[in-house]
T-cell receptor, first 111, second 111 residues
Framework: SAVISQKPSRDICQRGTSLTIQCQVD?????MFWYRQQPGQSLTLIAT?????????ESGFVIDKFPISRPNLTFSTLTVSNMSPEDSSIYLC????????FGSGTRLTVV | SQQGEEDPQALSIQEGENATMNCSYK?????LQWYRQNSGRGLVHLIL?????REKHSGRLRVTLDTSKKSSSLLITASRAADTASYFC???????????FGKGTKLTVNP
């Protein structure tokens, strides 16, 4: 199974600022996904990161708020832009196909 | 949007007892997966059951799938305090690798 290194593991940020989260995979993977988990809730898919093209966003999520990069088959970043306290969540990346592996998550608190 | 609905939302049992969690979903699926999450950290993949399978075992885990009822159950036998975690079901459907998560069951195993 792939191994994902996700960072930072946690951060406390001021409202109005941006945070970029990185996921590095130890092997080439076709698909990478970004999920949000709001406090006490389940996971919601933000977008699919596509190598060489724009990410595909789910309903309710937009590129201006959550820009995603995927420069190659082993790396992706998610930026949470112009943050507000409502963005306080755990953000996780995942890869597919095959055994589904998740990063360890980024716990973001916006104050 | 959430696909699976787990019940119960929370379950508290004694060590050595069995724990059963249920998941219902709304649309036709390719497969259904169960994940564990400890204290808001990354997800651990437990087991995958395909739509043409009815039951699967892995160690102390037993998963059943009833596609006619659009439901699945996860049984953990002889539970241990270390099984304390949140458990989520997630489905894929159509030709997509996107995971749609249920709301989760928070399991507490008391020593």
């Amino acid at each position: 199974s792939a191994v994902i290194s996700q960072k930072p593991s946690r951060d406390i940020c001021q409202r109005g600022t941006s945070l970029t989260i990185q996921c590095q995979v130890d092997s080439q993977v076709t698909m990478m996904f970004w999920y949000r988990q709001q406090p006490g809730q389940s996971l919601t898919l933000i977008a699919t990161a596509n190598q060489g093209s724009e990410a595909t966003y789910e309903s309710g999520f937009v590129i201006d708020k959550f820009p995603i990069s995927r420069p190659n088959l082993t790396f992706s970043t998610l930026t949470v832009s112009n943050m507000s306290p409502e963005d306080s969540s755990i953000y996780l990346c995942s890869v597919a196909p095959g055994s589904r592996v998740f990063g360890s998550g980024t716990r973001l608190t916006v104050v | 949007s959430q696909q699976g609905e787990e019940d119960p939302q929370a379950l508290s049992i004694q060590e050595g007892e069995n724990a059963t969690m249920n998941c219902s979903y709304k649309t036709s699926i390719n497969n259904l997966q169960w994940y564990r999450q400890n204290s808001g950290r990354g997800l651990v993949h437990l087991i995958l059951i395909r739509s043409n399978e009815r039951e699967k075992h892995s160690g102390r885990l037993r998963v059943t799938l009833d596609t006619s009822k659009k439901s699945s159950s996860l049984l953990i036998t002889a539970s241990r305090a270390a099984d304390t975690a949140s458990y989520f079901c997630a489905t894929t459907s159509g030709g997509s690798e996107k995971l749609v998560f249920g709301k989760g069951t928070k399991l507490t195993v008391n020593p």
